[in-house]
């Protein structure tokens, strides 16, 4: 069966520079959540869109946007980078009453 | 490749009692972790318990508690007195010793009756 795909899997940039990274759902889940885990903490929520409208906002730095595309994919604009924001970043999609199913995530690094 | 299994959508509790979350998954890993993550409408993800494969001995923290059944790759949540507070979205969670990511089950909607 299709999981969320994200991509890339791996993603090395420089401080300052800009990162993107994708988020394809399950085919027909209405909506899709980012999220951010550093090392050793806690996945942090950032932000959720249902239906292409952003339904959710937790915590993601305003050097941060997202969007999701009339496709349903997402992606998470980060700009501005700082060694911080070094962290695996996942999504998940989900439709009413069928549960979650997250992706492997992104491992993002900072240097 | 590991997966993790929750085959539970919804459950529904009546207040002070006792609610058990199932967890199965499959790894050939022999070190890893466990996890429940609970997820209130904040969707913030809060850990409410861990396990480690190379302890015996079930996790506990307070009301919460797991059986940790390595043989049968089993890790269910009990809650003890449930509480309104304690409604929301259950997350088990899996990560090997040699993979930092985590691998998540799809959920449990924990419902409490008052």
């Known amino acids: 069966a299709a999981g969320v795909i994200q991509s890339p899997r791996h993603l090395i940039k420089e401080k300052r520079e800009t990162a993107t990274l994708k988020c394809y759902p399950i085919p027909r889940h209405d909506t899709v959540y980012w999220y951010q885990q550093g090392p050793g903490q806690d996945p942090q929520f950032l932000i959720s869109?249902?239906?292409?409208?952003?339904?959710d906002k937790g915590s993601i730095p305003d050097r941060f946007s997202a969007q999701q595309f009339s496709d349903y994919h997402s992606e998470l604009n980060m700009s501005s980078l700082e060694l911080g924001d070094s962290a695996l970043y996942f999504c998940?999609?989900?439709?009413?009453?069928?549960?979650?199913?997250f992706g492997s995530g992104t491992r993002l690094t900072v240097v | 490749a590991q997966t993790v299994t929750q085959s539970q959508p919804e459950m529904s509790v009546q207040e002070a009692e006792t609610v058990t979350l199932s967890c199965t998954y499959d790894t050939s890993e022999s070190d890893y972790y466990l996890f429940w993550y609970k997820q209130p409408p904040s969707r913030q993800m809060i850990l409410v318990i861990r396990q480690e494969a190379y302890k015996q001995q079930n996790a506990t923290e307070n009301r919460f508690s797991v059986n940790f059944q390595k043989a049968a790759k089993s890790f269910s949540l009990k809650i003890s007195d449930s509480q309104l507070g304690d409604a929301a979205m259950y997350f088990c969670?899996?990560?090997?010793?040699?993979?930092?990511?985590?691998?998540w089950g799809a959920g449990t909607k924990l419902i409490i009756k008052p």
């Open positions: 969670a899996y990560t090997g010793d040699s993979n930092y990511q985590l691998i």
């Open positions: 998940a999609s989900s439709l009413v009453a069928y549960g979650y199913t």
């Open positions: 869109f249902y239906e292409k409208m952003q339904s």
